[in-house]
């Protein structure tokens, strides 16, 4: 997979997930891909202050990421 075909599977996953964060006020932005291993996300709106934002990074954007993804072996927010 390409860095660019890489890009375009990790937007494809935030849009999977993007729903459910709108759903509670929030957001999720990709900031980068690096070594096409890892990304960086900037959970927005409600997300930011969210007591159980680390688990819905976890759970959900990196699971979610990881399926259009494989390669990618973690997923950071930037504050």
Same mark, same amino acid.
């Given at each position: 997979m390409?860095?660019?075909?890489?890009?375009?599977n990790?937007?494809?996953?935030l849009?999977?997930?993007?729903?459910f #964060? =709108?759903s509670?006020?929030g957001n999720? &932005?990709l900031?980068?891909?690096?070594?096409?291993?890892? @990304?960086?996300?900037? #959970? =927005?709106?409600?997300c930011?202050?969210? &007591?159980?934002?680390?688990?819905?990074?976890?759970?959900? @954007?990196?699971?979610?990421?990881?399926k259009?993804?494989p390669q990618?072996?973690e997923?950071?927010n930037i504050?």
């Amino acid at each position: 997979m390409t860095s660019e075909e890489l890009r375009i599977n990790v937007e494809k996953a935030l849009d999977e997930i993007r729903p459910f #964060l =709108e759903s509670d006020g929030g957001n999720i &932005s990709l900031v980068a891909i690096e070594d096409d291993k890892r @990304v960086k996300v900037q #959970l =927005e709106g409600a997300c930011v202050g969210c &007591s159980v934002n680390q688990m819905t990074l976890k759970s959900g @954007v990196e699971m979610t990421i990881k399926k259009y993804a494989p390669q990618i072996e973690e997923v950071l927010n930037i504050e």
